[in-house]
């Protein structure tokens, strides 16, 4: 019924309420272009007060509610970029004040992204070597930096556990640089709790050839305390396959050990590991610690260093470090050398070379001191050296420099210990 009822009603009431939308929709227009036009005015006045002011345009505020690009990427900052704000000053510059904090914010914002593009550009280098490849933001406006040329690689270090030609460590890229810091720390770290793998770790890193001058210091002198704790010792370590016990029998001398055994060592290096002081005093069922040999050498000359070592090929360790000197003008020769058959001796004459000056054996002025090894070249590049040898000084101040006539030169305690582990035949490696 209501439906019917309504159907039948006249048409002029609604043309009427027509007529007053209309009317109200006009003037609803009007109000509305007024109020664009003031809040356009507001607008226009407060940018000429910020310009007069020498302030930039404020940027536009995100809509209430609506959280703007902007705000999504401060939400991702640091707290430590976004819980300072700055506060308006005073009601009536509310709107201004607002937009310099939302301007200050952007900065820190920008400051924030600037701090991280630098810290990716730092780790760049250090991807690059491991075959990644990490783009770097750069800002817009800005030309990217020429990327640097590769710097070339440099002659790599001789390398070599053993005198069998074939090298155990071969030097990393870039020619002698460290590369060995970590194994090398851990090895230090190991040498109080177990110094028999500790001295193995240690030898191969400084025979590699490829530490630098203050770690290559800093591991021989660690290698030294080592082989007064592990060598120079009659203490007997079962877990050392360097050594081996030996029992004195009838008619044994400290010399007839040696050879029977074929030690590849002068006897006195027997008395001064058991630390026996009347060789001569030894006795029938007395235990001695023998090394098992062969011995070596290898002299490096950027750090005036004398390395002793024992064993062969990868079981090669270095149980003593020895400083020395050196010849004049890069005088002493590199290669492969060994010790010259019967050119070992004791309290030597010797006449210089060069002055044709003569000395006695015993004359506290021998330049050589009192021990001398001849060397022999046994590469085709030092086959023809003669003359060069190892021995004692007079001098002391000259261990660290070059002042021999081409010769490797110890002080007299060292060269003696030098003297009675090299036999004839003994390999020496001068790099």
């Avoid at 009601?91 to 924030?112: T, Y």
Wanted: some cysteine; charged content about 20%; glycine content about 10%.
């Amino acid at each position: 019924m209501a439906l019917a009822s309504q159907s039948t009603r006249s048409d002029r009431p609604v043309l009427s309420s027509r007529r007053s939308q209309s009317s109200l929709a006009s003037r609803g227009l009007v109000v509305g272009v007024a109020a664009a036009a003031a809040l356009g005015g507001a607008f226009w006045l407060m940018r000429n007060q910020a310009s007069e002011s020498g302030e930039a345009p404020a940027p536009a505020l995100s809509v209430q509610g609506v959280p703007s690009a902007r705000d999504a990427s401060l939400a991702r900052l640091d707290p430590t970029v976004t819980a300072t704000p700055i506060a308006p000053a005073s009601a009536r510059s509310s709107a201004l004040e607002l937009a310099m904090s939302d301007a200050a914010n952007s900065a820190r914002a920008e400051i924030h992204r600037e701090n991280a593009e630098r810290a990716l550009l730092a780790e760049t280098p250090a991807a690059a070597q491991n075959g990644q490849t990490q783009p770097a933001t750069q800002p817009a406006g800005t030309t990217p930096p020429a990327s640097p040329q590769p710097a070339p690689a440099a002659p790599q270090a001789p390398v070599g556990n053993g005198f069998d030609g074939t090298p155990t460590n071969a030097p990393s890229a870039g020619g002698g640089a460290p590369r060995h810091s970590d194994s090398v720390a851990d090895a230090l770290a190991l040498a109080a709790t177990n110094p028999i793998e500790a001295r193995a770790a240690l030898s191969q890193a400084i025979l590699s050839g490829t530490l630098g001058p203050i770690e290559a210091k800093q591991v021989s002198d660690v290698l030294a305390k080592l082989g007064n704790e592990l060598f120079f010792t009659p203490n007997f370590n079962a877990n050392d396959k360097l050594f081996f016990q030996y029992t004195v029998q009838s008619g044994d001398s400290l010399e007839r050990i040696v050879r029977k055994h074929k030690l590849g060592c002068d006897w006195r290096l027997v008395a001064r590991i058991n630390n026996i002081k009347k060789p001569e005093a030894i006795r029938v069922g007395q235990r001695l610690k023998l090394p098992k040999g062969p011995f070596s050498a290898v002299v490096s000359k950027r750090d005036y260093r004398v390395d002793l070592c024992i064993g062969a090929g990868s079981e090669r360790v270095v149980f003593m470090s020895l400083p020395c000197g050196l010849g004049k003008s890069n005088g002493t020769p590199v290669g492969r050398f060994k010790v010259r058959a019967g050119s070992k001796l004791l309290n030597p004459e010797w006449r210089n070379p060069i002055t044709g000056e003569f000395f006695n054996a015993n004359d506290p002025a021998n330049p050589i001191g009192e021990h001398w090894l001849g060397l022999e070249g046994i590469e085709p590049s030092n086959s023809a050296l003669l003359g060069y040898g190892m021995h004692g000084t007079i001098e002391p101040n000259s261990i660290g420099q070059d002042q021999s006539l081409g010769c490797v030169r110890l002080l007299a305690d060292d060269i003696a210990i030098v003297w009675e582990t090299l036999g004839d035949g003994c390999e020496v490696e001068i790099r």
